[in-house]
T-cell receptor, first 117, second 111 residues
């Protein structure tokens, strides 16, 4: 079945540094990928939609200059958290669909747990 | 009103019990529906899609009521391993692939 790989699974960084998270679709192409964030005991919140070859679409309240998204190929999207602060500590999850099926479910990467100290 | 609403629970049930979760959605044009399961500190995993005719997968039964705009998940003969958060997910009317997540219903199955 469709598999999405996300890396790294865990990262601890200092305030002010940047962190890059990679999301790959392993056995299908994805012109669109989705980035979610989840704080403890809260639901998944969509941050942005990553579009291959064009700019990402950000949800309301998400700073595009802070969360840089690059979708350089049909199988890879990256999210860079720039100048990270402790309040950015969260669980970041990417997802993608096999677009050959218009209404197929999303498949998730295994998530990245970011801790900013 | 939230686009997808679920009772957060928690639902505490004994092993072997039958438990049902409901979820309501606001967009009548929504096209497809899913239940995901999320374990603590892990990513969501697809449990089952929800079809208009209803569908069953082992101990799990999902149903869709378009007229009332709700989706249900029934778990029979609960196991300890069923303890998790169950997310109701709705795909909108566009083809962007954007899914709307409910906040999840937490289930705790006790011995």
């Amino acid at each position: 079945g469709a598999v999405v790989s996300q890396h790294p699974s865990r990262v601890i960084c200092k305030s002010g540094t940047s962190v890059k998270i990679e999301c790959r679709s392993l056995d299908f192409q994805a012109t669109t990928m989705f980035w979610y964030r989840q704080f403890p005991k809260q639901s998944l919140m969509l941050m942005a939609t990553s579009n291959e070859g064009s700019k990402a679409t950000y949800e309301q309240g998400v700073e595009k200059d802070k969360f840089l998204i690059n979708h350089a190929s049909l199988t890879l999207s990256t999210l860079t958290v720039t100048s990270a602060h402790p309040e950015d500590s969260s669980f970041y999850i990417c997802s993608a669909r096999d677009e050959r099926d218009r209404y197929s479910p999303l498949h998730f990467g295994n998530g990245t747990r970011l801790t900013v100290t | 009103r939230k686009e997808v609403e679920q009772d957060p629970g928690p639902f505490n049930v004994p092993e072997g019990a039958t438990v049902a979760f409901n979820c309501t959605y606001s967009n009548s044009a929504s096209q497809s529906f899913f239940w995901y399961r999320q374990d603590c500190r892990k990513e969501p995993k697809l449990l089952m899609s929800v079809y208009s005719s209803g569908n069953e997968d082992g101990r799990f039964t999902a149903q869709l009521n378009r007229a009332s705009q709700y989706i249900s998940l029934l778990i029979r003969d609960s196991k300890l391993s069923d303890s998790a958060t169950y997310l109701c997910v709705v795909h909108g009317s566009s083809n962007t692939g954007k899914l709307i997540f409910g906040q999840g219903t937490t289930l705790q199955v006790k011995p």
